[in-house]
């Protein structure tokens, strides 16, 4: 980590809840978003950069994978039962 504990994640195409935003940063520290916003980054955080282009980040919460529902296995690639 950087003298303050901070990360800023660069040039990341963010989505957030209400929007998608393009080429911004976010800044970490102690794992807590402590700024978002458009690019150049402010200089004022003395971080440890990562360049995340062509990389998409978006918030922790979303589920994206499912193992079964009503006692149906999605893991085992089966056809779908009537």
Same mark, same amino acid.
């Given at each position: ?17 209400? *929007?998608?935003?393009?080429?911004? #940063? !976010? /800044?970490?520290?102690?794992? +807590? ?15 440890? *950069?990562?360049?995340?282009?062509? #990389? !998409? /980040?978006?918030?922790?919460? +979303? ?20």
């Amino acid at each position: 980590m950087s003298r303050n504990g901070s990360l800023v994640f660069r040039h990341a195409k963010i989505y957030t809840p209400h *929007e998608v935003i393009n080429d911004d #940063y !976010i /800044v970490v520290r102690n794992d +807590i978003i402590i700024d978002l916003g458009r690019e150049p980054v402010k200089e004022e955080f003395g971080f440890r *950069e990562f360049n995340l282009k062509g #990389y !998409i /980040v978006g918030p922790r919460f +979303i589920g994206t994978h499912i193992h079964g529902i009503y006692g149906y296995d999605t893991m085992n690639g089966e056809p779908n039962h009537s």
